[in-house]
């Protein structure tokens, strides 16, 4: 197992930062010379290039940036609310239940292909619906016009993985002991303070973990993004420039350089939730 | 007074139901406009409609005429039933050593393996592609088959070491004591105990491989070697510029539609698994 993970993790990786100070080609990567940090930084007929002076990078970390923020934040939100509906005990809930797991069930490239035939510009049901709602006086390119791409890539993610986070905090409702609540209906407690100050506080710990979780797969986010909006430097996120580099453009080095800084970016993450959560980490440990 | 808790609690009600009505209808609606729209062709297909109005296999028929998606469909399969069975014989003697052997480096390789697990696949993309041209897989299945590994493994062990750890000591003392090797300990006492957790491993697996699109993106070249994500994401039509999306969306349902009956099927275990992976760890 050991040997297999470091074949496919260890090795590659390692060769990857190697590659990323390299002149490396797709063509030949193995005839490459070794160029320093040119790849990330360099002076060159009086202008700076390189990674760290490519604009486009700096906005792919934008996208990136801004693409998690929000969408982990809606599905947050989105996802707490669609855990307390399923918590409650109500007729149809395991169809309910069902139903809310259909798009997690569904893979990411299919979903990105469904969506973008309804935020079809000419053609789609989202545009037809508003405009017979009156909400837009023309039809909008959702996925083409520079302003509203970023939001459709973030829609359509929400979309796919909220399941994901209601899931789990539903998994985090139900170990919640009744006698809490139990005793806050002695009280008199109404059903909003009970959700601030006996609910919130308990479920935090699975809220946060599942928050990490989202937010390092949001990081990375690669698949949606390629189908959903190609070539779009309005949405391109770390993932895609880096392979936008290493294969339309077969430039391994810059490419490798690319992925090498997400996966520092990635790495600190895992670091500080790592560290944060020491005492938790052992598999079982707290049943 | 009665009155008023009774419509109070009615207009409670109602606004419930609504909520879940609204919520079970984001879910699923695109789903439901993808079978719709997989049913049009021709002219009908550029007219929105949000019942369907008749049914057309034409779609369907097509997609498996003018693009290779049987054999994509036959690819996904080969390849995701490979990593599952190599990644769980793998995993389970891993989760085995992890969970009841103790020795030096066990958190150390625990932590290391959550960490992989949120790894981003591009950063081993530029080795993983010397690695394949170099064993001369590449555009083979077998280099999807190496790559996933990446992916499936550690969280497969982690799942299957959570679940072990739970499972009472006695059981192994017992067989120990009747002389039982620790292979024999594997595969007689804990693998008949172990179903549920290894269903739960296998369908996670199953799917994360059945889904991967960045490495089988990059690693095949022509379109009988893609599987099913990249044949989809990359299907085209007689003309450059208009995209088939009736075709498209049949092969979306026809590789979407036995994915969701599995997992409803076996929501509860999928369910566990992924509490298992994220919540405890």
Redesign the interface.
């Known amino acids: 197992?050991?040997l297999?993970?470091a074949?496919?993790?260890g090795?590659?990786?390692?060769?990857?930062i190697w590659?990323g100070f390299t002149d490396?080609h797709?063509a030949n990567?193995?005839g490459a010379v070794w160029v320093g940090w040119d790849n990330y930084l360099r002076h060159e007929e009086d202008a700076w290039r390189g990674l760290l002076a490519d604009p486009l990078w700096w906005r792919a970390v934008g996208n990136t940036l801004v693409f998690t923020l929000i969408s982990v934040s809606l599905e947050t939100l989105l996802g707490l609310?669609?855990a307390l509906?399923l918590n409650?005990s109500?007729a149809l809930r395991g169809w309910?239940?069902?139903?809310?797991?259909?798009?997690?069930?569904?893979?990411?490239?299919?979903?990105?292909?469904?969506?973008s035939?309804?935020l079809?510009d000419?053609?789609?049901?989202l545009n037809?619906l508003l405009l017979r709602l009156g909400m837009i006086a023309e039809p909008l390119a959702w996925t083409a016009d520079p302003s509203l791409a970023l939001l459709s890539v973030i829609l359509v993610d929400v979309?796919k993985t909220t399941?994901?986070m209601a899931?789990?905090i539903?998994?985090?409702l139900q170990m919640l002991p009744r006698d809490c609540y139990d005793a806050a209906r002695v009280d008199g407690v109404g059903p909003v303070r009970t959700f601030f100050h006996i609910t919130l506080p308990l479920i935090s710990p699975?809220l946060l973990?599942?928050v990490v979780?989202r937010a390092?797969?949001a990081?990375?986010v690669?698949?949606l993004i390629?189908?959903l909006t190609p070539n779009s430097a309005q949405t391109m996120s770390?993932?895609v420039y880096?392979?936008q580099q290493?294969?339309d453009f077969q430039s391994?080095g810059a490419?490798?350089a690319a992925?090498?800084m997400?996966?520092f970016v990635?790495?600190t993450c895992?670091a500080v939730f790592?560290v944060a959560f020491r005492g938790r980490?052992?598999?079982?440990?707290?049943g | 007074m009665t009155v008023r808790i009774r419509t109070g609690s009615l207009i409670r009600r109602a606004l419930?139901g609504l909520?879940?009505t609204g919520?079970?209808l984001?879910?699923?609606f695109?789903?439901y406009?993808?079978v719709i729209?997989s049913f049009k062709s021709g002219a009908a297909?550029?007219?929105?409609d949000?019942l369907p109005r008749a049914i057309d296999w034409q779609n369907y028929i097509d997609v498996f005429r003018e693009q290779p998606f049987g054999r994509n469909i036959l690819n996904s399969v080969v390849v995701a039933t490979t990593v599952v069975a190599a990644g769980l014989l793998?995993?389970l003697?891993?989760a085995y050593a992890l969970?009841r052997q103790r020795f030096r480096g066990r958190?150390l390789?625990?932590?290391t393996l959550?960490?992989?697990t949120?790894?981003?696949?591009?950063?081993?993309?530029?080795?993983?592609?010397?690695?394949v041209?170099a064993f001369g897989l590449y555009n083979r299945l077998s280099s999807l088959g190496?790559?996933y590994?990446?992916f499936t493994?550690?969280f497969s062990?982690?799942i299957l070491?959570?679940?072990l750890?739970?499972l009472p000591r006695e059981l192994e003392e017992a067989a120990i004591m009747d002389g039982a090797s620790p292979l024999t300990i594997l595969l007689r006492v804990f693998a008949p105990l172990m179903g549920p957790a290894v269903v739960t491993t296998v369908l996670l697996a199953f799917?994360a491989a059945?889904?991967e699109?960045?490495f089988a993106?990059?690693f095949t070249l022509t379109s009988e070697q893609r599987t099913?994500?990249?044949a989809?994401?990359l299907i085209s039509g007689a003309s450059q510029h208009e995209l088939p999306?009736g075709q498209?969306?049949a092969a979306?349902v026809v590789?979407?539609v036995p994915?969701?009956l599995?997992?409803?099927v076996f929501?509860r275990r999928?369910?566990a698994g992924?509490?298992?992976g994220?919540?405890?760890?």
């Not at chain 1, 000419?122 to 049901?125: A, K, S």
């Not at chain 2, 297909?45 to 929105?48: E, K, M, S, T």
């Open positions: 197992m050991i297999v993970l074949v496919v993790a090795w590659p990786l390692l060769r990857t590659f490396a797709l990567p193995g609310v669609i509906v409650a109500f309910v239940r069902a139903a809310v797991l259909v798009p997690w069930a569904i893979p990411t490239i299919v979903s990105a292909q469904m969506w035939w309804i079809n000419q053609f789609g049901m037809d979309w399941p994901f899931l789990l539903l998994a985090a699975a973990v599942a979780f390092l797969d990081l990375r690669f698949d390629y189908v770390m993932s880096a392979r290493l294969v391994v490419g490798s992925a090498t997400l996966f990635v790495a895992i790592l980490l052992e598999p079982g440990a707290n | 419930f909520l879940v919520i079970v984001f879910a699923t695109p789903l406009y993808a729209t297909l550029f007219r929105v949000y793998l995993s003697t891993a969970a958190r390789l625990l932590l959550l960490a992989v949120m790894f981003p696949q591009v950063a081993v993309l530029s080795g993983l592609f010397e690695l041209r190496l790559s590994m990446l493994l550690p062990v982690w070491t959570t679940f750890r739970e799917i059945w889904n699109f960045l993106l990059t099913v994500p990249v989809i994401a999306w498209i969306m979306s590789v979407t994915l969701v599995l997992v409803l929501q999928i369910i992924l509490a298992a994220a919540v405890k760890g």
